[in-house]
């Protein structure tokens, strides 16, 4: 302890005391711990979006992609296909198909889209204009259920058709890029966020349907991040394949509980969540089928439709935005500029498009669990997801092959996604690096954002009916599509609040409380010297451009 004035050794009485020199106060400082800087890119990543593993990897991890987005395409056709009159056999073909243009719609987005390692998959935004689709064809007479089916497709591909023109005015017209410069961190902060946390539904709850192989697959992929640790060799196998290793395990546990009667005497739901023969597709997928343009008849259009559709394209592209901005984080690369997001937009509009004339059941949207899966394997190359696009359009022309793998009990899923989402809302929680965390102006538009963009789109959920009726019930029909798909969206909900008020509660004032010093050189074309690196299209196709649309 220090020598002070009141507490000194006893002198001699013959000298006088000696004058106290009070040492300097403690410094507060040396108690604090160690500080880490805002850091643009990840540094931790095995490889990044334009490094490559080696060729046997690549595969593997690719064919990783395609299981883990496979999930999601089950689940929409499952649940719309039964609705709209189509047997096993239909569900199969809507299966492959949605297959098919994720494959295509990826390989467009890795080569002239955003670039990112982000694979285009099947959108559950659009489950709910489709569903107002078949509530009003629900009232028609036809002559039989496959009838019944075909109608409503078409009515789908129609709809699809005439709302992806307002996403593609919004990309090519770079109205959506001028929007993302009202961006800041404090507004990717609950947006990303809600990328993940928005889909907790397809988390627990889904896994719950089946807890007897759920449960495990959960805890086995959490038990892996232990064991990678155990000895060197083992630590790249588990971190990169360590997913499919668990899938294998569990698939095979399901396939044993089965096979040995387990579920013969259960419930419908029971058995269709746990039973690996469950969704008939197998025995219904055709051995080879090219799906091709117009497969269900010619499009029917139909104007009371087409406005629900154009407000899930809206919500689609505000979702896509989200995940862009995770997918460049875990892929080691910048933020991504106005122009690559413009770029990106317009090109899911033209995706969404060829879904129409194809005959998809939904639009597409960039794909969050496998953005997820980026931060899993430490892995954000871009060769790795152009190459799963092999394996989706492989397996969507040779169906039996494609039925096998889409076979997988569904909480096996589920419970990926409790890991692979999550990764997602972590990653939305790293922005708030890039801003004053300790400003009670950002903490209360993040919190109310993130709180809001969760707790409306609930609300919308659980008043939403089977039928596609949601709580805005007005007498125009498509004014009730419009709104309750919007307002279903988390990350849609999320960026409107998140947007309106950081740019008008003490916007100006604030600007280096917001992070716009760390974030507007990302927004411009030549803002930052990486961003050529990691967006400029593979050929050069700015030279062939007139210099107006530069």
């Not at 062939?544 to 649309?549: D, L, T, V």
Request: hydrophobic fraction near 45%.
């Amino acid at each position: 302890m220090g020598e002070t004035a009141h507490d000194h050794q006893p002198h001699p009485p013959q000298a006088a005391p000696a004058a106290a020199v009070p040492y300097p106060p403690p410094n507060l400082g040396l108690s604090r711990g160690p500080t880490w800087t805002p850091a643009e890119q990840l540094q931790q990543l095995q490889y990044c979006i334009h490094s490559n593993p080696s060729w046997p990897e690549t595969v593997l991890l690719a064919f990783q992609h395609y299981i883990v987005m496979l999930g999601t395409i089950v689940l929409i056709a499952s649940n719309l296909v039964p609705r709209m009159g189509g047997d096993h056999g239909d569900k199969a073909r809507v299966i492959q198909t949605l297959l098919f243009m994720g494959g295509v719609n990826t390989l467009v987005q890795t080569f002239i889209g955003t670039r990112l390692p982000t694979v285009m998959s099947a959108s559950v935004a659009y489950t709910l204009p489709v569903l107002s689709i078949i509530k009003d064809l629900s009232d028609e007479s036809f002559s039989d259920e496959q009838d019944r089916f075909s109608h409503n497709m078409r009515t789908i591909q129609g709809s699809l058709i005439i709302s992806s023109v307002l996403t593609m005015i919004l990309g090519f017209s770079f109205i959506w890029g001028r929007l993302t410069r009202l961006f800041s961190p404090i507004v990717m902060v609950p947006v990303v966020c809600v990328v993940g946390l928005g889909l907790f539904m397809r988390g627990f709850p889904m896994l719950a349907n089946c807890v007897e192989i759920g449960l495990p697959m959960l805890i086995i992929v959490v038990i892996c991040q232990y064991l990678k640790h155990l000895h060197p060799r083992a630590r790249p196998v588990l971190e990169k394949f360590g997913l499919l290793l668990c899938i294998g395990i569990i698939w095979a546990f399901a396939a044993i509980l089965t096979v040995a009667g387990a579920y013969n005497n259960v419930g419908q739901l029971t058995k269709a969540s746990c039973r690996t023969d469950g969704s008939y597709l197998v025995s219904s997928a055709p051995w080879v089928r090219v799906p091709y343009p117009f497969q269900w008849g010619t499009p029917i259009f139909r104007a009371s439709h087409v406005f629900g559709m154009m407000g899930a394209a809206l919500v689609s592209a505000a979702e896509s935005t989200g995940t862009y901005f995770a997918a460049a984080r875990l892929a080691g690369a910048t933020h991504p500029p106005e122009h690559v997001l413009s770029r990106s937009i317009g090109l899911q509009g033209l995706g969404m498009l060829m879904e129409g004339f194809f005959g998809a059941a939904v639009g597409n949207t960039a794909s969050v669990e496998n953005v997820g899966l980026l931060g899993l394997t430490h892995v954000g190359s871009r060769r790795v997801v152009q190459i799963s696009t092999a394996f989706m359009i492989f397996f969507s022309i040779f169906g039996k092959f494609g039925a096998f793998f889409a076979s997988i009990p569904l909480p096996i899923f589920a419970a990926i996604y409790c890991v692979l989402f999550g990764i997602v809302a972590a990653v939305g929680i790293s922005f708030i690096q890039f801003s004053n965390n300790n400003s009670m102006r950002n903490q209360y538009i993040i919190g109310l954002s993130l709180f809001l963009g969760i707790s409306i789109p609930q609300y919308f959920a659980t008043n939403i009916t089977m039928n596609g009726h949601g709580p805005v019930k007005t007498d125009g029909g498509w004014f009730n599509d419009i709104l309750n798909t919007i307002f279903s969206s988390p990350p849609t909900v999320a960026m409107i609040i998140g947007t309106l008020l950081d740019n008008t509660l003490e916007a100006r004032q604030t600007v280096n409380d917001r992070g716009l010093g760390w974030w507007k050189p990302f927004q411009n074309r030549k803002g930052d010297v990486r961003t050529e690196e990691f967006y400029s299209p593979p050929i050069r196709i700015n030279e062939w451009k007139p210099s107006r649309f530069l």
